[in-house]
């Protein structure tokens, strides 16, 4: 049973992301993601120029004539939601934590998958896998899927996305689509996503807040990491240390965004103090041009 405030705030995340699933992507998630492959349809009698590796010997012994196999797209597709929780994504500056933004994000696309009739599963982890919900259909699971992301106490406070990506090959064996969700806040994630691209259709979306880039002239701020738990008292007003803060920002989107093309992943990029929806319509129309 879904106590009564949870389900307000779930119910208002549907409200505000029916537009997006209804108008803005309506069409667009049906033709971008296609179905994992092919099933068998019928038979019918064999014509001149169709496939012999199509012929059904089977059938064919039995009527006396050359039948072949009719095959028609699978349609139905697993959406794979991978959120990271870790200490990180309890942050925010403006009117949301990273967490709140990543939890609307991802009722948009689970939303989306049930109204193709696509199974919706997710995984929640930190630095190991803390809940894993099996892909299913209908608005009920879509709705505790919703509510896990937004409500769910971690254990963890560190990232470890290789982990993740490692239970995720796992527990899913046919192709999937899998939106990682996170603020790639950790290290060595390459390797594991280029293997899990290459089983699944993976695409990464960054979660970002404009605090992580750039310092305000405030005078001093303690700071603390919310994954090591590590302290430290910052004097803003230096203008040095706010370079610096910036170029490392920097640096560490530049080697994201490296890694992404090198593993050849798509990727979406949201922020706090940004609406999702222009960014989700970019992404849609790029892979609509690239299977035209």
Known sequence: MIPSEVMAQIQRIQIRTR?????????????????????????????P???????????????????????AEEREMTVMLMVDASGSGRFGSVSRFKNELAAELCAVLAFSAIKNNDKVGLIIFTD????????????KHVLRVIREVLYFEPKGR???????????????????????????MAEDYETALRIANRRHDLIAVNVADPREET???VGLVAVRDAE??????????????????????RERAERRKDIFKRTK???????????????????????????A
């Not at 537009?19 to 309506?26: K, M, S, Y």
């Not at 560190?158 to 689509?177: E, G, S, W």
């Open 215 to 217: 310092l305000p002239n």
């Open 49 to 71: 120029g169709d496939d012999v590796r199509l012929i059904d010997w089977n059938v064919t012994a039995r009527t006396g004539h050359p039948q072949v196999k009719v095959m």
């Open 228 to 249: 090591t738990g590590r302290e430290a008292l910052v004097d803003t007003g230096v203008a040095k240390v706010r370079d610096a803060y910036e170029a490392a920002a």
């Open 128 to 139: 190991s896998v803390e809940l894993y919900i099996p892909p299913q259909k209908g608005r």
């Open 158 to 184: 560190k990232t470890d996305i290789p982990a993740a990506l490692h239970y995720l090959n796992n527990v899913i064996r046919r192709k999937a689509v899998v939106f990682l969700v996170s603020d790639f």
């Open 19 to 47: 537009r997006v699933v209804n108008e803005i992507l309506a069409g667009q998630y049906e033709s971008v993601f296609k179905g994992q492959g092919m099933e068998f349809k019928e038979v019918r009698e064999y014509v």
């Open 265 to 291: 992943v798509d990727a979406m990029h949201v922020r706090t103090d940004e609406s999702y929806i222009d960014e989700l319509y970019r992404f849609f129309r790029m892979r609509e041009r690239r299977m």
